[in-house]
């Protein structure tokens, strides 16, 4: 029998050593239970691993295409419900409320620029700046990375609660507003779907351009005037020029010897969005500042300040009264 030596006398050594064998087995697995408690946030069936090191897109919360195009037509019912209950009704006060969304967005903006910028410097500097263009060998789409992309991601969805501001401040809605909000949920489940490491570029992007127009309508909330108003508009349109030609190459290396990661339907679709877009908002800054030139030439006082719920130049109603366009992407 085992643990008995020959003698009949019990083997102390070979009990001795399963006893601790199991001790060491017991304690891996309350050590196993314990990292789970601390490192996982779980969230409508899906866990996310706090310690960033292991963080997988197909296991987080909302990566299937269901809560995009579901939150979608949700958004879509709710700010027509909202908009027919506000049509009886006074405009509803929001100015703490928005205040606390923009600076909110400000900072949120800031970190997601600055955290994926110094991520992509990490990982060029470990796997070579190819990986932070192409990921042929997919070892920069992990990580915090991966992360600072999702939190994009997320970004988009607590962005919806501009037109709940807007609505119930009975501010004129336009189509490139609830277009732009549909969209871009749409498209930045598309780049984490299929690995697209390029998109990095509107992320980045579009965060610094959120800085300086979340910092605005923050500042514009309390009344406090800001210089950078008249460049939001123009920053805009620049980064849609960065956001299309930067991704511009992915065909050639997505086709190339070495393939390349990402998709070329995502791409498709993330260019038909862009052009769309900078369609749009040329439109809308055209008419904008023909409008402005238009009041000017017949001595009118500027909409802003006759009336600070309206356009003037390419600025236009938002959360706190004259605001950049709305912004895109």
């Not at 509803?92 to 970190?111: E, P």
């Not at 990375?145 to 939190?151: G, H, I």
Request: charged share 15%.
């Amino acid at each position: 029998m085992a643990g008995v030596a020959a003698g009949g006398a019990p083997d102390v050594t070979a009990m001795a050593a399963r006893a601790v064998g199991a001790v060491v087995a017991n304690t891996t697995a309350a050590a196993a239970v314990d990292d789970d408690r601390v490192e996982l946030l779980c969230l409508f069936g899906r866990c996310v691993d706090l310690s960033l090191r292991n963080f997988s897109w197909a296991d987080a919360p909302l990566s299937s295409l269901r809560y995009p195009v579901g939150v979608m037509f949700v958004y879509l019912a709710v700010i027509w419900a909202l908009h027919r209950t506000m049509r009886s009704r006074p405009p509803i006060r929001m100015k703490a409320a928005a205040a606390v969304h923009n600076i909110l967005l400000t900072g949120l903006s800031a970190a997601m620029a600055v955290g994926t910028i110094v991520e992509l410097i990490i990982n060029a500097r470990r796997h070579g700046f190819v990986s932070v263009v192409c990921d042929r060998e997919k070892t920069a789409m992990t990580g915090r990375l991966a992360v600072w992309f999702y939190v994009f991601y997320l970004s988009k969805y607590y962005e919806l609660l501009d037109t709940v501001l807007l609505v119930v401040k009975k501010r004129p809605l336009s189509f490139l507003h609830v277009y732009h909000h549909c969209v871009v949920l749409i498209l930045f489940w598309t780049y984490n779907q299929s690995r697209m490491i390029i998109s990095w570029v509107l992320v980045v992007a579009n965060s610094l351009v959120h800085v300086a127009m979340y910092g605005y309508y923050t500042a514009s909330t309390f009344g406090v005037p800001c210089w950078w108003k008249r460049y939001i508009t123009q920053a805009q349109i620049v980064q849609f020029v960065i956001d299309l030609t930067a991704t511009w190459p992915f065909p050639l290396l997505y086709y190339g010897a070495r393939g390349c990661s990402g998709s070329m339907r995502g791409w498709l679709f993330g260019q038909a969005v862009g052009f769309s877009f900078f369609h749009l908002f040329l439109d809308f800054y055209r008419r904008s500042y023909k409008k402005r030139g238009v009041e000017k030439a017949a001595g009118a006082q500027p909409a802003d300040t006759a009336a600070p719920a309206k356009a003037s130049g390419a600025v236009a109603a938002d959360q706190s009264g004259s605001l950049p366009a709305k912004k895109l992407a």
